[in-house]
């Protein structure tokens, strides 16, 4: 029997395609950063915004971002929704 993927038990995420810049949908959204080499980061566009300005695009974004593993420039970059919490009443 194979044993599963790492991460398998987690629900996969949705991707926004119709999210194109930070400052749409109210922020209430993720930036996933992935790398070619398989890093991958999810991060609050509060923190990019911070950095890069509010309006910026995804795209824009995707040609700054530097990998934190083989420091590469070469991301990704699209805006997934926030994981719900699971379990609560």
Do not use: N, W, Y
């Not at 990019?48 to 700054?64: D, E, F, K, W, Y």
């Not at 420091?71 to 926030?82: F, L, S, Y």
């Amino acid at each position: 029997m194979d044993a599963p993927a790492v991460g398998a038990h987690h629900a996969p995420v949705r991707v926004l395609p119709h999210i194109k810049r930070l400052d749409q949908c109210f922020g209430d959204f993720l930036v996933r950063v992935t790398c070619p080499c398989g890093t991958s980061r999810h991060i609050e566009p509060e923190a990019l915004a911070r950095i890069a300005g509010r309006s910026v695009t995804l795209a824009a974004l995707a040609s700054r971002m530097r990998c934190s593993q083989c420091g590469k420039k070469v991301a990704e970059v699209v805006a997934v929704a926030r994981p719900r919490p699971r379990g609560r009443k």
